[in-house]
Nanobody, 122 residues
Framework: QVQLVESGGGLVQAGVSLRLSCAAS????????MGWFRQAPGKEREFVAA????????SYADSVKGRFTISRDNAKNTVYLQMNSLKPEDTAVYYC???????????????WGQGTQVTVSS
């Protein structure tokens, strides 16, 4: 079992930056690929970014490519999502997820955090 706790969300204006963190506990963090997903009101949850177990490989949704950066610190059991140039359409609940995989999955994650709200005003 893996427990995930997100933090760092908030209400910001368009154009600014925000960094989300996700602290993991319970199992060997470096065994897991990590991902960020988001769900806006009235929409389905969507993939945002993923990082493989050692941080050498990443994947991004087209909508955030060039603005968001996913990273991880295996010594701290934490994954981050640096979000720059935020737009109102980035408003959503952001979820951290873990999957026991050495690959770079964008779906079928096993464990999920409770989510953190990000609201971007225009």
């Amino acid at each position: 079992q893996v427990q995930l706790v997100e933090s760092g969300g908030g209400l910001v204006q368009a154009g600014v930056s925000l960094r989300l963190s996700c602290a993991a506990s319970g199992r060997t963090f470096s065994n897991y690929a990590m991902g960020w997903f988001r769900q806006a009101p009235g929409k389905e949850r969507e993939f945002v970014a993923a990082i493989n177990w050692n941080g050498y490989r990443t994947s991004y949704a087209d909508s955030v490519k060039g603005r968001f950066t996913i990273s991880r610190d295996n010594a701290k059991n934490t994954v981050y999502l640096q979000m720059n140039s935020l737009k109102p359409e980035d408003t959503a609940v952001y979820y951290c997820a873990a999957r026991n995989s050495l690959m770079l999955p964008t779906t079928n994650y096993d464990y999920w955090g409770q989510g953190t709200q990000v609201t971007v005003s225009s």
